[in-house]
T-cell receptor, first 113, second 112 residues
Framework: KAGVTQTPRYLIKTRGQQVTLSCSPI?????VSWYQQTPGQGLQFLFE???????NKGNFPGRFSGRQFSNSRSEMNVSTLELGDSALYLC????????????FGSGTRLTVV | EDQVTQSPEALRLQEGESSSLNCSYT??????LFWYRQDPGKGPEFLFT???AGEEKEKERLKATLTKKESFLHITAPKPEDSATYLC?????????????FGGGTRVLVKP
């Protein structure tokens, strides 16, 4: 059974650019959540999508956005990159709403220079 | 606001030396408390979910327990392969969807 797939694994961008990260959930999972992980702040919730609708959003600026497609694949976009956006971005998928089967991908390591 | 605090931040153990990790939480109605293991450069790997005070779950050398204010992850006779960062997270009944609030983690190093 394939796990959660995140692409790309590594990314280097320049300050001011924008970036799009992709997440393919486990087959049959309709919920996709995104997290930012940094050494200083730990794992912080960005947003969650369920059946193409954003169901919850964390305390991040509007430069961080996401979307989910009809096949449950999700993308997140960060515009006008700042040095502080350098982090490991993690995606997690789940069949429903109760946290059961909440499975993380390996993440995308974004470095902003 | 939901809060999770893990202690200690780091733990160095000799192989076979049992120990416990603490996760203290404040949440507006607990739906579930989760334990994950994370290896460097990888995503968190699910270990346990606990739903109510008094509940216990075991997996190999790991045992998780839950009270109304905290959870413990006991590592019995650890091996070097148990070295990892252990993360605790809570899900609130008041939060829409699958939002988890994580603690800062405990880095565990088991030396042979």
């Amino acid at each position: 059974k394939a796990g959660v797939t995140q692409t790309p694994r590594y990314l280097i961008k320049t300050r001011g650019q924008q970036v799009t990260l992709s997440c393919s959930p486990i087959s049959g999972h309709r919920s996709v959540s995104w997290y930012q992980q940094t050494p200083g702040q730990g794992l912080q919730f960005l947003f969650e999508y369920f059946s193409e609708t954003q169901r919850n959003k964390g305390n991040f600026p509007g430069r961080f956005s996401g979307r989910q497609f009809s096949n449950s694949r999700s993308e997140m976009n960060v515009s006008t990159l700042e040095l502080g956006d350098s982090a490991l971005y993690l995606c997690a998928s789940s069949p429903g709403w109760d946290g059961y089967g909440y499975t993380f991908g390996s993440g995308t390591r974004l470095t902003v220079v | 606001e939901d809060q999770v605090t893990q202690s200690p931040e780091a733990l160095r153990l000799q192989e076979g030396e049992s120990s416990s990790l603490n996760c203290s939480y404040t949440v507006s109605g607990l739906r579930g408390l989760f334990w994950y293991r994370q290896d460097p450069g990888k995503g968190p790997e699910f270990l346990f979910t606990l739903y109510s005070a008094g509940e216990e779950k075991e997996k190999e050398r790991l045992k998780a327990t839950l009270t109304k204010k905290e959870s413990f992850l006991h590592i019995t006779a650890p091996k070097p392969e148990d070295s990892a960062t252990y993360l605790c997270a809570v899900q609130s009944v008041k939060a829409a969807g699958n939002k988890l609030t994580f603690g800062g983690g405990t880095r565990v190093l088991v030396k042979p």
